[in-house]
């Protein structure tokens, strides 16, 4: 059953009846300011985002997994790039999921996902997801609605077993419009440095944008939980995209308050070492 989500969660609150074509891509919302100072705050809070990851591979008792899902050319690769410039490399994982292989298809669909959680002292970012699932898969019937239907339900269990663990969950949908989305293709058709991300295949499933909105609204409204919460950021502009992405990762961070360990042992006692 589809339930109701709560708006502090979500950036834009999506419920069963939702539209997301009714919710404006291009909209800041919880920002208002011109576009320097949302890049300025973002550069401000990457460096507490810095400090907070450091602390948390350091502590390595505490794990966060960030699941991006958008529309092709919706910015996961922009924000993976953006918002995570500057973190240690050691600590942050990124995990991404294609079509799956013949071996992957051979097998549940869950199979492929749970090795890429992230383990103590990491953040993983899933770089779409088992969301595909419900989504991808339902849009072009790859197996029948009876079947994906009853993937909701399998998900928050994963979901949940994952959080019961301790491990940590957000799950942000970047939120374009189908013009931007046109743009944005045009833009990595017309520019030879950008042509290698063009994929015709992009617009096989442009021409289902509609039934992809249906389907990312039911997989958000069937699967926001308290401990796996969907974050719907419109993210027709980067910066604000951006802005939104950090904030939410700063304050995850913050309330899981990853600390230093202390020394096993007592400095003082080997003095200055020669
Ligand atoms: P980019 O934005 O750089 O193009 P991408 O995330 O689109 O990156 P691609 O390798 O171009 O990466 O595409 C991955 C494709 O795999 C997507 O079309 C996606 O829908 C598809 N895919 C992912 N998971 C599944 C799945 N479980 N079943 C079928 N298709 C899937
Ligand atoms: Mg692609």
Known sequence: MARK???RRCWVSVDATTSLNDIDAGSTPGFSGEEASAREQTEVLRTELVELQARLYAESRQRL???LQAMDTGGKDGVIRKVFSG???LGVKVARFERPTEGE???D???RVHPHVPANGEITIFNRSHYEDVLVVRVNSLVPRARWKLRYE???SFERLLADEGTRIIKIFLHIDRDEQARRLQARLDDPSRQWKFDPHDLEQRKHWSAYMTAFRDAIAET???RAPWHVIPANHKWYRDWAVMNILVRTLRDMNPRFPPPAFDPAQFG???
């Open 87 to 89: 973190v240690n490399p």
């Open 154 to 156: 399998h998900i928050r």
């Open 109 to 111: 669909y869950l199979w």
């Open 224 to 226: 926001d939980r308290k």
């Open 5 to 7: 989500t709560v708006s």
């Open 105 to 107: 298809m051979a097998r």
């Open 272 to 274: 200055v070492i020669a």
């Open 65 to 67: 997994l960030v699941v």
